[in-house]
């Protein structure tokens, strides 16, 4: 079957791959779209350290074709939506609802792939780049056959970590006013999180002045092309700033735009030895600077949840697919994405 692999050195569309049967508690699903989020690029780059060679890809929906012993919530035929978040469910962590802590779910990277007789790890629990993966049960979340897979696709990565963030993690309130820096797939998803939560003023900020359009479609009442004007449209600061992008300056300048008891969420990924600074002084206020692993996610919950505002229409899917490519064309997609040229590039099997 078809896949995308990364051998660390580089990226290859490949025919000859293998995975293995679905054992006791795991899913075998046929992937008809994933998106192609940065994090797959930071493997690329080095960003994210992974072992090789992996099969790429963590944002993807298929269909259910099989099933391990013991598993009940899911069949073949099922339309499923993924998350990357293979959690034990018997943990503390679990326990209190918190699966995204969960430390069965974290560092242990799993090889159900084969090419010949050499084994293939599997990215982020996932892989989603490939025609068919294994996942364990808890990550396979049964959708409406009415949600296109192309769209639902995107909710187990970008819509999860960024409406999450805000939802789950920020709680953003009614009222309340959230600057979002960098408006790619994940800053999306938290400008349409602010405005699904009440938001009154959302300030979108990006460099490039052609993300404007997207930005207010997706709940922006303003946009900036750096974080100078803020002070300008929130004179006291923002109640919430999420850092979308991952360098340490804006995580800086995020910190520096908080009101009294605002939050600076960090979403975006810098190298795994990047160190940032602030001001102790300036954090004596109440604020607070929060990490954010999934969007502190439930995927069992949230997916659905998605799903049914898309059917809504409250949550925009269709509008952050703006390119899909046949997984053969990757290197198109890779090069639109690394560009900038598409919010979410999808590719389909």
Request: aromatic share 4%; charged share 20%; hydrophobic share 45%.
């Amino acid at each position: 079957m078809r896949g995308v692999v990364f051998d660390g050195k580089q990226v290859q569309v490949v025919d000859d791959l293998t995975v293995r049967e679905p054992g006791p508690g795991e899913v075998l699903v046929a992937i008809s779209a994933a998106g192609l989020c940065h994090s797959d690029l930071s493997v690329v780059d080095g960003t994210i350290p992974f072992p090789v060679p992996v099969v790429l890809g963590h944002e993807g929906a298929g269909v259910v074709e099989a099933v391990g012993a013991g598993v009940s919530h899911v069949a073949p035929g099922d339309h499923v939506a993924l998350s990357t978040l293979a959690s034990c469910g018997t943990c503390a962590e679990c326990d209190r609802g918190r699966p995204t802590m969960c430390r069965r779910a974290i560092g242990r990277p799993q090889q159900p792939f084969a090419r010949g007789d050499r084994t293939v790890y599997q990215f982020a629990s996932n892989s989603a780049f490939a025609e068919r993966t294994v996942v364990k049960a808890v990550q396979a979340v049964r959708i409406p056959k009415d949600i296109p897979l192309r769209a639902a696709a995107l909710i187990g990565c970008g819509v999860l970590t960024g409406v999450g963030a805000v939802l789950n993690r920020a709680r953003v309130d009614r009222g309340d006013s959230v600057v979002v820096i960098g408006t790619g797939g994940i800053g999306l998803n938290v400008l349409q999180g602010a405005r699904i939560a009440g938001a009154l003023r959302i300030v979108a900020v990006d460099a490039n002045p052609a993300k404007e359009a997207a930005a207010r479609q997706f709940g922006a009442t303003d946009f900036l092309t750096s974080t100078d004007g803020v002070r300008d449209v929130l004179p006291t600061g923002a109640d919430h700033v999420f850092e979308c992008v991952g360098r340490v300056e804006l995580i800086r300048q995020a910190v520096d735009l908080l009101d009294r008891h605002g939050q600076a969420v960090l979403l975006g990924v810098p190298g795994a030895d990047a160190e940032a600074s602030f001001l102790v002084s300036s954090m004596f206020l109440d604020k607070a600077i929060l990490g954010c692993r999934y969007g502190s996610s439930r995927p069992q919950r949230d997916i659905p949840l998605y799903a049914e505002l898309y059917r809504q229409g409250r949550l925009l899917l269709d509008e952050l697919v703006t390119a899909t490519y046949p997984v053969e064309d990757f290197e198109k997609a890779r090069a639109d994405a690394e560009a900038g040229r598409v919010a979410r590039a999808v590719l389909t099997f």
